[in-house]
């Protein structure tokens, strides 16, 4: 059975630092793999899909990357600012469409 | 357009009565989802529609029943809660396309109170 780990569960850093953000997968046969980012009482924003053929997705100064034989994941922001405060969720859909989620890292930036 | 809609935005009721939550997508997308999410927690699966028949239920009880009137449109009826069916609930959607590109874009939830 598929299961999905994202340590740490809370991350705090200075305003303009680069992170990274870690998920684990205990089983390589997926065919995606997504990065979401969550306000306080707010929907899911999709950030990256990695497919599975890929090693890693870019948009502005999020990287995600994808290791399916070592099952990780790793986002990472370039440069964080106040704004990217949120809870940030990655699911894998290795079959039927369902995602499996990790239960998020809740990051905070400090001005 | 990748936007999912949902309405209300708040929702409060009592243990007797009927509700609906509404969900909309305007992306040409075939499957539609339900998730509930308790606070702190990820989202949980509750029901997916593809091509407008429904596809997967999670085991939910009978109280939440699920409609798709068309492609474009999702609907949770409410039925009977129960206090702790107060949560956020999200209505996602996705293409259904080939296998590892199916990305879900989700809405922005309702979220449900029952006193």
């Known amino acids: 059975k598929q299961e999905v780990t994202q340590i740490p569960a809370a991350l705090s850093v200075p305003e303009g630092e680069n992170l990274v953000l870690n998920c684990s997968f205990t089983?390589?046969?997926?065919?995606?793999l997504q990065w979401f980012r969550q306000d306080p009482g707010k929907g899911l924003t999709s950030l990256l899909l990695?497919?599975?053929s890929q090693r890693e997705q870019t948009s502005g100064r999020l990287n995600a990357s994808l290791d399916k034989s070592s099952g990780r994941s790793t986002l990472y922001i370039a440069a964080s600012q106040p704004g990217d405060s949120a809870t940030y969720l990655c699911a894998v859909d290795d079959s039927n469409y369902q995602l499996i989620w990790g239960a998020g890292t809740k990051l905070i930036i400090k001005p | 357009d990748t936007e999912v809609t949902q309405t209300p935005k708040h929702l409060v009721m009592g243990m007797t009565n009927k509700k609906s939550l509404k969900c909309e997508q305007h992306?040409?997308?075939?499957?539609m989802y339900w998730y509930k999410q308790k606070a702190k927690k990820p989202p949980e699966l509750m029901f997916v529609y593809s091509y407008e028949k429904l596809s997967i239920n999670e085991s939910v009880p009978s109280r939440f029943s699920p409609e798709c009137p068309n492609s474009s449109l999702l609907n949770l009826h409410l039925h009977a809660l129960q206090p702790e069916d107060s949560a956020l609930y999200l209505c996602?959607?996705?293409?259904?396309?080939?296998?590892?590109?199916?990305?879900?874009?989700f809405g922005p939830g309702t979220r449900l109170t029952v006193l």
């Open positions: 089983d390589s046969a997926i065919y995606n």
């Open positions: 992306m040409g997308h075939r499957a």
């Open positions: 996602a959607s996705s293409s259904r396309g080939l296998a590892g590109v199916d990305e879900q874009f």
């Open positions: 990695i497919q599975s």
